[in-house]
């Protein structure tokens, strides 16, 4: 039998319908950091995706960076969560949450005035944004290694309350210049002890991540995204094809869900700097693909084998059944970019479905 975009695949123990992912989005709709029944109206509108992962979910109050964003690390967090993944699986859809803390993309704003933290005290270009409006991000406060096993036990604690709340599984964010991905790269990590210099140290940090969630619920129900080429939030680095063939191979093996790759920059380019075939050919496992993808590429891109699922995001907020439009090649939604972040149901979950249109 022929596999295409439509073709079931198995992950995380589990069958889904198809190879449509619904990339992580956030979207600003949380203003006590807590997921609400609006979220859960959005998340189970768009159910028919083999696979939702959802808005990072910031993972102690030290990981927040933005403003009205969800957490996962206590109980009402815990409980506002379960209302979206319970209307999610009432319709049949697959739902990952992905754990996120921020690092340096963030402002003392959040933390009653304390700095944010980074693998290196080296501020970021750019504004952050907090309830006052922009502000100049600061220079953060390079972590202790003394702090570091906190950090992984907060990813892992995150990992278990995403299970309390349903969750079939959590996405390690380690892409688009947050902590994680500010310990992998070069730009952002000057750190000269075991977690900074080598690939294999600037690497420890995910792989001690990955570890400790993976020996909390499972390897087979974690899956990891990185953005090798994706300067946003003023990240960068020297040799991002060395140093991502050196991440890739380092997950290889571990039994993970799957590899989440931003394959393109936040303005839609590839890059001469990276083939990202062979972080493909690295990784034995689940493929996620993601960078402003269309059903013909997303088509071609399964037929070809350069990747087993393929995630889009625009299309999916404007685009509730956007799986079963694919299907019917019937014309999508154009999205509205002024309602993308913060507000009410307005732009969120007011588009038409096919059949209401």
């Known amino acids: 039998m022929s596999i295409d ?49 959802t808005e990072g979910a910031q993972i102690s109050e030290q990981a927040v960076g933005y403003p009205a964003t969800p957490g996962i690390y206590n109980q009402q967090q815990i409980d506002g969560w379960k209302q979206v993944t319970e209307a999610v699986h009432a319709k049949g859809g697959r739902i990952f949450v992905q754990l996120w803390h921020c690092g340096r993309i963030s402002h003392p704003d959040f933390h009653d005035g304390d700095l944010p933290v980074a693998p290196s005290a080296i501020a970021p270009a750019g504004e952050a ?65 075991q977690y900074g210099g080598s690939l294999e140290n600037r690497s420890r ?20 995204r990185i953005s090798p080429i994706n300067a946003f939030n003023d990240i960068s680095d ?27 920059s936040m303005t839609g380019e590839t890059s001469a700097d990276l083939n990202t075939g062979q972080l493909r050919d690295r990784f034995d496992g689940v493929y996620i693909a993601n960078g402003g993808y269309d059903r013909e590429r997303a088509l071609q891109t399964i037929a070809s084998d350069a990747a087993d699922m393929v995630a889009f995001g625009i299309p999916f907020i404007a685009n509730p059944d956007l799986p079963e439009r694919f299907r019917r090649e019937a014309p999508l939604n154009e999205a509205d970019q002024a309602t993308f972040y913060g507000g009410d149901e307005h732009g969120y979950t007011d588009y038409p479905a096919l059949d209401a249109a």
Not at 12 to 28: E, H
């Open 129 to 193: 944004i907090t309830f006052e409006g922009m502000k100049p991000f600061v220079k953060p406060r390079a972590l202790e290694a003394s702090e570091i096993p906190g950090i992984i036990d907060a990813y892992r604690h995150a990992a278990s309350c995403a299970m309390q709340a349903g969750f079939d599984g959590v996405e390690i964010h380690a892409a688009n210049g947050y902590l994680i991905d500010q310990f992998i790269r070069d730009g952002s990590n000057r750190r000269t002890d």
């Open 5 to 53: 975009l439509f073709s079931s695949v198995e992950l995380a123990d589990q069958n889904l319908n198809n190879r449509i992912v619904m990339a992580p989005m956030t979207r600003n709709r949380a203003p006590d950091n807590i997921a609400n029944a609006m979220m859960a109206e959005y998340y189970s509108q768009r159910a028919g995706a083999g696979l939702i992962i």
């Open 205 to 224: 940090l995910l792989l001690e991540v990955v570890a400790a969630v993976g020996g909390e619920i499972g390897h087979q129900k974690v899956g990891v």
């Open 238 to 264: 020297s040799n991002p094809q060395a140093t991502f063939n050196h991440v890739t191979a380092s997950l290889n093996g571990l039994g993970l869900a799957y590899l989440h790759v931003v394959e393109v």
